[in-house]
């Protein structure tokens, strides 16, 4: 089946996410597809069927267990396919028959994600310890996706942080990631953000677009605004645009296919 390597949430080769992108045209097994992500190693791996020229299945595997969403291999796989099809509008279906509406919108692609709800909750001072983090501005819980979001008061310190995983994973469980967030400084983007999830994926995220789907909701009601500018302070780096509006969020993003070729499987 073709496969693709895509970097997502950029406009340049090698920042960014990278996702890779199977189409799959015919039924795979689940242990197929894990074993794929495992082999592949990118934080995502998404397989795509196509039910009709505009509609698609989606799955999404990480190298360690398979995920409901995922933000930027929902931009990988759309621009895999909009680079190859003459249409301007797609819907892909989840495993949890969510549907996510892409589009087409200039030099981007914009995607419609369900808008999440978060609850308030406390962390241990050793996962603040083995983050790196001495100043809390608040903790809340993203039931839908098993995340933690801690917002703490600099950007600076954001950017520094050098977590000991083996500590933060020690230190919680029944949980898929933490995320660290901060408002921003200049006026370019209106927060910063890292992900680190050791429990489902690799020890850091690049760039991740699904947490969107409950942190946009929780910047907008800070800063009191409809649309935000946000940048993943990870080593490759990565940013986007988000909206709010009518109980979902709008995630807008650039990707790079960086290579084509062909999975064999026997």
Known sequence: MKIYFVDAFTDQQFKGNQAAVCI????????????????????????????????????????????????????AAAKVIFEYNDITGICFINNEGVKLNIERDGVCIKMRFPAYDVESTTVSESMLTSLGITTVNNVFYSPQFKIITIEIPSVDHLQSLAPDFTKLKQSHSGINGVLVTA??????????????????????????????????????????????FSFQSSARTGYMRTEFSNNAVFIYGEAVIILEGTLKLV
């Open 183 to 228: 408002k921003a400084n200049g006026i370019k983007y209106d927060f910063h953000y890292r992900y680190f999830w050791p429990w489902a994926g690799t020890n850091e995220d690049p760039v991740t677009g699904g947490v969107q789907s409950f942190l946009t909701g929780y910047w907008v009601e800070k800063l009191n605004k409809k649309s935000l």
């Open 24 to 75: 799959v045209d015919r039924k795979l097994k689940d242990e197929q597809m894990q074993n794929i992500a495992m082999e592949i190693g990118f934080s995502e791996t998404a397989f795509v069927k196509e039910i009709s020229n505009t509609e698609f299945e989606i799955r999404f595997f990480t190298p360690k267990k398979e995920l409901p969403l995922c933000g930027h291999a929902t931009l």
